[in-house]
């Protein structure tokens, strides 16, 4: 009688156990290898290609508002002789450019192959710009990025500088 109570006690908990770990050992097995930097960097010329070619590339977006995940800033550099003057780099929104003290702003970094920034570095006295790509702040909306672009005319060019 006690070896009955004791299968009846045991065994259901050693089958969940067993079951658990099965399937735990199947999801460790299963887990993705992240893409390399330099795949995701052909992509991203692979799409930049077609999109220069698509017969919507003149069709003007206009913005319909925020959605739930916006305005994450990650970086903010301001002018130390000049503090109307900064950068905003938002995680997933580009860097924006502003000389009067955010009343308005102009994006200085649509058109590079990714908008997701993780840090920027401003030299003010030469005016060279760096951006970081890729969102450091992670949740359900963070973006890899490609690596780190240089700018030495307030960003109307990029320079890519590598570390995709």
Known sequence: MHTKGF?????PRFTIALLTLIGWISMVQSQ???TPGEDRLA???AKAKKAAASSLKDVAFRNIGPTV?????????????????????YATGGLWHTTNNGQSF??????????????????WKTRTIWVGTGEVNSSRSSYAGIGIYK??????????????
């Open 69 to 89: 995940m916006s305005g994450r800033i990650d970086d903010i550099e301001v002018n130390p002789n000049d503090p109307t003057e900064f950068y905003v780099a």
């Open 151 to 164: 700018s030495n005319d307030n960003g109307k060019s990029w320079t890519y500088l590598g570390l995709p």
């Open 106 to 123: 102009t994006p200085i970094f649509d058109n590079g192959l990714v908008i997701g920034i993780g840090d920027i570095a401003v030299n």
């Open 43 to 45: 992509s991203l010329e």
């Open 32 to 34: 993705v290898a992240p």
């Open 7 to 11: 299968q009846k006690k045991v065994a």
